[in-house]
């Protein structure tokens, strides 16, 4: 099946720090890639969509200066959390939809982000 | 809009016991729908779906039937093992909404040896 990469799977930064996770689709292309956030003991909620080559749709209530989302390939995409504070200290999982397939979507690993 | 409702939890079962995991949903259009399972510190993976009514979608003894009538996708297996200890998500995915995914809350499945 296809398979999502993401990276780191954990990080640990100060606060007012910046930290990038990637998310790259290893071997089909997606045109598409969704970025969630999960709270402790609740649902993913989606923050934002990042389509290839154009700028992120950002779901209400997410700040977008905040959140820089980066689409720059059919392989990558990329979310920056700027000026981390501990509140944004959560479980960011990436999901990329397969052009040919788009079917379902397969997800990346997860990144745990601590801010301290 | 969108929406799925999963049963509240967390739920323990004794090892070989029956599960059951309810889920229903609302949605404008004909949506496909997703069973999700997440195990301890990884990633979310597609377990089972279906994308038209009376469809049964299956995978490692689980099974859910797409129910048009009463909008529902309940998560069944006869007899859980202690590897299925996760979080298990209910999602749909509506055609016209550029294939995002609405989650449900998901519910935390412990099965005790």
């Known amino acids: 099946g296809a398979v999502v990469s993401q990276h780191p799977s954990w990080v640990i930064c100060k606060s007012g720090t910046s930290v990038k996770i990637e998310c790259r689709s290893l071997?089909?292309?997606?045109?598409?890639m969704f970025w969630y956030r999960q709270f402790p003991k609740q649902s993913l909620m989606l923050m934002a969509t990042?389509?290839?080559?154009?700028?992120?749709?950002?779901e209400q209530g997410v700040e977008k200066d905040k959140f820089l989302i980066n689409h720059a390939s059919l392989t990558l995409s990329t979310l920056t959390v700027t000026s981390a504070h501990p509140e944004d200290s959560s479980f960011y999982i990436c999901?990329?939809?397969?052009?040919?397939?788009?079917?379902?979507?397969?997800f990346g690993q997860g990144t745990r982000l601590t801010v301290v | 809009g969108d929406s799925v409702t999963q049963m509240e939890g967390p739920v323990t079962l004794s090892e070989e016991a029956f599960l059951t995991i309810n889920c229903t949903y609302t949605?404008?259009?004909?949506?496909?729908l997703f069973w999700y399972v997440q195990y301890p510190g990884e990633g979310l993976q597609l377990l089972l779906k279906?994308?038209?009514?009376?469809d049964k979608g299956s995978n490692k003894g689980f099974e859910a039937t797409y129910r048009k009538e009463t909008t529902s996708f309940h998560l069944e297996k006869g007899s859980v093992q202690v590897s299925d200890s996760a979080v298990y998500f209910c999602?749909?995915?509506?055609?016209?909404?550029?294939?995002?995914?609405?989650f449900g809350k998901g519910i935390t499945l412990s099965v005790r040896p």
């Open positions: 279906a994308t038209k009514a009376d």
């Open positions: 990042s389509n290839e080559g154009s700028k992120a749709t950002y």
């Open positions: 999901s990329a939809w397969d052009r040919a397939k788009n079917t379902e979507a397969f």
């Open positions: 999602a749909l995915s509506d055609p016209g909404a550029n294939s995002k995914l609405t």
């Open positions: 949605a404008t259009g004909y949506p496909s």
């Open positions: 071997d089909f292309q997606a045109t598409t």
